[in-house]
């Protein structure tokens, strides 16, 4: 798929696709946009606009992938990084690597976010024990976490809005 079906729109955002697509070429446009809305330099100044993108970029893995948003003082993104990948229904995170990472990058915050390449975005048990040891590692180098999503298919869940951070 190329840039060329695609043509900015007279409305900041939009876009006229000029010839025919396919399914797969409107996921890839999509994934693509989902990408430029998490590069480097984009302010999160709402955690819940950055949500949509990452379920796009991580709902059609077959495997769980434990990824990482790394954001500077001001929220800005530094790096979206997938730090593990696991099996269909599990992923080890290490939290002495999810710190080096987020030293290694100078982050000051980071949501965390995984799938559930079952479709169901509900936290596992699992999935709140991490959350709550990734939050106390951090803490002790003052690096702030500001959300831990699941996503699939179904859409996704915010640790944080449960009131689970």
Same mark, same amino acid.
């Given at each position: 798929?190329?840039?060329?079906? %695609?043509?900015?729109?007279? *409305?900041?955002?939009?876009? %006229? ?40 970029? +991580? ?9 990482? %948003? ?42 965390? *976010? ?19 040891? +990734? ?9 702030? /976490?500001?959300?831990?999503? *699941? ?13 689970? /951070?």
């Amino acid at each position: 798929m190329t840039h060329s079906k %695609l043509k900015a729109g007279e *409305v900041a955002g939009t876009y %006229l696709v000029t010839s025919p697509v396919t399914e797969t070429d409107i996921i890839t446009m999509a994934k693509r946009f989902a990408r430029r809305k998490l590069a480097k330099g984009r302010k999160i100044s709402k955690p819940s606009q950055a949500f949509e993108h990452l379920q796009l970029l +991580l709902q059609d893995y077959e495997h769980e992938v434990f990824s990482v %948003l790394f954001l500077d003082s001001q929220h800005r993104v530094i790096r979206f990084e997938e730090l593990f990948r696991g099996t269909i229904d599990s992923a080890s995170v290490y939290p002495r690597e999810v710190l080096k990472a987020a030293l290694a990058y100078n982050a000051a915050a980071v949501i965390l *976010v995984h799938n559930h390449p079952s479709g169901d975005p509900e936290p596992s048990d699992e999935d709140r024990r991490i959350t709550v040891r +990734l939050k106390q590692v951090l803490e002790l180098m003052e690096i702030r /976490l500001i959300d831990h999503v *699941v996503v699939g298919s179904e859409g996704f869940e915010s640790l944080a809005a449960r009131g689970d /951070l």
